[in-house]
Every structure is written in C-alpha cells, then in structure tokens.
T-cell receptor, first 116, second 113 residues
Framework: GAVVSQHPSRVICKSGTSVKIECRSLDFQATTMFWYRQFPKQSLMLMATSNEGSKATYEQGVEKDKFLINHASLTLSTLTVTSAHPEDSSFYIC????????????FGDGTRLSIL | DQQVKQNSPSLSVQEGRISILNCDYTNSMFDYFLWYKKYPAEGPTFLISISSIKDKNEDGRFTVFLNKSAKHLSLHIVPSQPGDSAVYFCAASARNAGNMLTFGGGTRLMVKP
C-alpha cells in the first residue's frame, strides 16, 4: 500500500527554536499534502492543505507565519514551526493524497514535538 | 459545529464477537467516507472506505455500511481480535471541498481475550 514517511518522529528542543518536519510520499506522487495537529485524547485537527507549487491554505485560527509550509515537489512537504514555544508542543501528523477522487489520504507516523 | 460525530468514546467487545462502531454526519455534501485505525503516537492507518453511490463495502473482516438518508455510517469488525484494539476514526470528505477530510472524535475499541 501507499507509504508516507514523516521525519523526525520526536523532537525535544528549547523555546525559541525553529523546528522543521518533513513529510514524504515514498511510492506515489502527492499533489496535495495535509498537516494535522492532535492534542491528547482529541481528534485530528486540520492545520493546512499544501499543494505542490502553490501557497498552502491554512485553516481558521492557524498562524501562517508561525507554521510555514513548503511543498516543493510532488513527494515532499515540510512544516516549519518557527520560534516554537511550549504551547506549540503537540503531535503533528501529515498525510498525502494522489490527485484522483475517492482515494484515501495516507498518513505519516507523526512527530511528537516537545518544547521546553 | 461538529460535522462528523462518533458518539461512543469507547467500546468493549469480547474476542470473536462483532464490533460495531458508529458515525454520524451532518453535511449532505460529503460523498466519500473512510475509517482509520490509530495506535498511540502513530499516524492513522487507512482501513476501508465507501463512496456515497454505495451502501456497503466489504474487505475481509471489515464492512462499512452507509445510510445516506440517516447520514449514518458504521464499521463492522467480525470476528473481533485483540489486535483490533485501537482508536477508530471515521472521516468524511466532499469533492467540492478539495477532498479535505473531516474527522470524528474517535472511538476507543478494546477487544478482550
């Protein structure tokens, strides 16, 4: 089946650091990638939709200058959490999808971000 | 306003019996529905999906039923196995919304040996 690789799986860093998370589709071309955030015991909340070669579309309440998204190729999207603070600590998950309708999104294994 | 709801936060089932997980939605524009299984600290794993033109889709032990008039879908797992213990999310998407997924809150399934 389709494989999405997310890296790193865990990051622990000091407040004020910027952190980059990579999401790669390994065996298919993903015209669209999605970034989610999950708080403990809650569902996945969509942060932004990333389209290859264009600007990401952010959901309401998500700061685009805080969460920089780059989708430079059909197999790679990156999320950079800029000047991270403790409240940014969370589980971040990406997903990728082919351009065809009625095909599932496939998810990476997530990144646990802990800001001290 | 939650467009996709899973009203049971948890479900406990005996091994070998049927597990039925339910999901309700409110947006009539949704035309594609999915079930994902998730373990802690991992990303969701796709299980099964159904298009709005169907009312049933089966894959091995997993069957998804869709009742469009009631805006309800369910996932049946039979027979349930201890390895099925996880959190199950239903999700829905609409073609006119860029195939963006809207997730339910999840149901934690515990299958007892």
């Amino acid at each position: 089946g389709a494989v999405v690789s997310q890296h790193p799986s865990r990051v622990i860093c000091k407040s004020g650091t910027s952190v980059k998370i990579e999401c790669r589709s390994l065996d298919f071309q993903a015209t669209t990638m999605f970034w989610y955030r999950q708080f403990p015991k809650q569902s996945l909340m969509l942060m932004a939709t990333s389209n290859e070669g264009s600007k990401a579309t952010y959901e309401q309440g998500v700061e685009k200058d805080k969460f920089l998204i780059n989708h430079a190729s059909l197999t790679l999207s990156t999320l950079t959490v800029t000047s991270a603070h403790p409240e940014d600590s969370s589980f971040y998950i990406c997903s990728a999808k082919t351009p065809y309708s009625n095909q599932p999104q496939h998810f990476g294994d997530g990144t646990r971000l802990s800001i001290l | 306003d939650q467009q996709v709801k899973q009203n049971s936060p948890s479900l406990s089932v005996q091994e070998g019996r049927i597990s039925i997980l339910n999901c309700d939605y409110t947006n009539s524009m949704f035309d594609y529905f999915l079930w994902y299984k998730k373990y802690p600290a991992e990303g969701p794993t796709f299980l099964i999906s159904i298009s709005s033109i169907k009312d049933k889709n089966e894959d091995g032990r997993f069957t998804v039923f869709l009742n469009k008039s009631a805006k309800h879908l369910s996932l049946h797992i039979v027979p349930s196995q201890p390895g099925d213990s996880a959190v199950y999310f239903c999700a829905a998407s609409a073609r006119n919304a860029g195939n963006m997924l809207t997730f339910g809150g999840g149901t934690r399934l515990m299958v007892k040996p």
